[in-house]
T-cell receptor, first 113, second 114 residues
Framework: DAKTTQPNSMESNEEEPVHLPCNHS???????IHWYRQLPSQGPEYVIH???SNVNNRMASLAIAEDRKSSTLILHRATLRDAAVYYC??????????????FGKGTKLSVIP | EAGVTQFPSHSVIEKGQTVTLRCDPI?????LYWYRRVMGKEIKFLLH????????ESGMPNNRFLAERTGGTYSTLKVQPAELEDSGVYFC????????????FGQGTRLTVV
């Protein structure tokens, strides 16, 4: 149970902004939202994560709704290298203070030159 | 800083043989995870080490899979005997605390059982 819902696929034109949505309606107050992506033939790669406030890093921005039931990953200028499957993940508690990542189907982003 | 390293990158073995995959996590990361992606399927969790202890092995498919983490450093995942359905890409990840911090993944080992 990935506990998040994402569209199966999205398309974007190169150099245009991309907004990837994620629903996590059952999120609790202490659950972080993580985003990872997997480029073809590579291991998953961390993108960004956040708890309540919007977050920015060199790769992307994460906008978290005020009620925290949804979030949006924002790629400010899509490049061909951004074509990947993007995963929105709520880490699952596995006991003794430990968490694990549960991957769902993710959103396959295609970037059109 | 060195990333997560996995050996080998590819392995082709015959059904019934034994294969051992290795993962070297980032130094200082107590948490080590194994995942598997079978062709056309989602990435599935296999197990989670905290230091040398198995915190969660609920995703291990069956008793043909044995994971160890020596001294809380590198980890091995042994498949014995291998079956055709074990084919896939095996990923290892390490993290300090995956809730508040990110996890770092290796490039994976592509296992093909023929």
């Amino acid at each position: 149970d990935a506990k998040t819902t994402q569209p199966n696929s999205m398309e974007s034109n190169e150099e245009e902004p991309v907004h990837l949505p994620c629903n996590h309606s059952t999120i609790s107050g202490t659950d972080y939202i993580h985003w990872y992506r997997q480029l073809p033939s590579q291991g998953p790669e961390y993108v960004i994560h956040g708890l309540t406030s919007n977050v920015n890093n060199r790769m992307a921005s994460l906008a978290i709704a005020e009620d925290r039931k949804s979030s949006t990953l924002i790629l400010h200028r899509a490049t061909l290298r951004d074509a990947a499957v993007y995963y929105c993940i709520r880490p699952s508690y596995s006991g003794a203070g430990s968490y694990q990542l549960t991957f769902g189907k993710g959103t396959k982003l295609s970037v059109i030159p | 800083e060195a990333g997560v390293t996995q050996f080998p990158s590819h392995s082709v073995i015959e059904k019934g043989q034994t294969v051992t995959l290795r993962c070297d996590p980032i130094s200082g990361h107590d948490n080590l995870y194994w995942y598997r992606r079978v062709m056309g399927k989602e990435i599935k969790f296999l197990l989670h080490f905290v230091k040398e202890s198995k915190q969660d092995e609920s995703g291990m498919p069956n008793n043909r899979f044995l994971a160890e983490r020596t001294g809380g450093t590198y980890s091995t995942l042994k498949v014995q005997p291998a079956e055709l359905e074990d084919s896939g890409v095996y990923f290892c990840a390490s993290s300090q605390v995956v809730q508040e911090r990110e996890a770092f993944f290796g490039q994976g080992t592509r296992l093909t059982v023929v």
